[in-house]
């Protein structure tokens, strides 16, 4: 049976979206991984959403709280708001109290990634005040460390991202995320889904 990995991402301008992308082919990589992407829901009207220059959202599935019991390992990902990740992604949380009571998700690997609009708008504080969303399920945070490699060390090139997980800097909005910032995405996609693996394999 495949083990499965759940990429769970909310993003407003494509940039997590994008970075989302990668890390399913990452997490596809590795033999045995089932990997699937899905969207949160959206909190805000089309009419607001307007107002802020959204674009379209993509055709990517919409999960329901429950649907995340049926994976063995998760990647989360969100922009973020004031230095904590975006509030359609709480709102999303907020509604998993079922599986919180039966602590359905209790032991099973997770991964966090995001997009700041700058250097210092959140890429760490976001990743940390996001943990305590995994604590109370009982999940298992898992950071990307140093594991990336030199990459990690880039000092000549912007590069979002940190030992929490991927990220990306979006600027006003016109910035994408870079190769590197794409290659760190799929790295944290295998990695994360490796251990998965390994967790699963062991019960």
Known sequence: MAVKVYIVYYSMYGHVEKLAEEILKGAASVEGVEAKLWQVPETLNDEVLGKMSAPPKSDTSIITPNELADADGFVFGFPTRFGMMAAQFKAFFDATGGLWRTQQLAGKPAGIFYSTGSQGGGQETTALTAITQLVHHGMIFVPIGYTFGAGMFEMEKVKGGSPYGAGTYAGDGSRQPSELE???????????ATITKKLKGSV
């Open 182 to 192: 794409l290659e760190q995405a799929f790295h944290q996609g295998k990695y994360i």
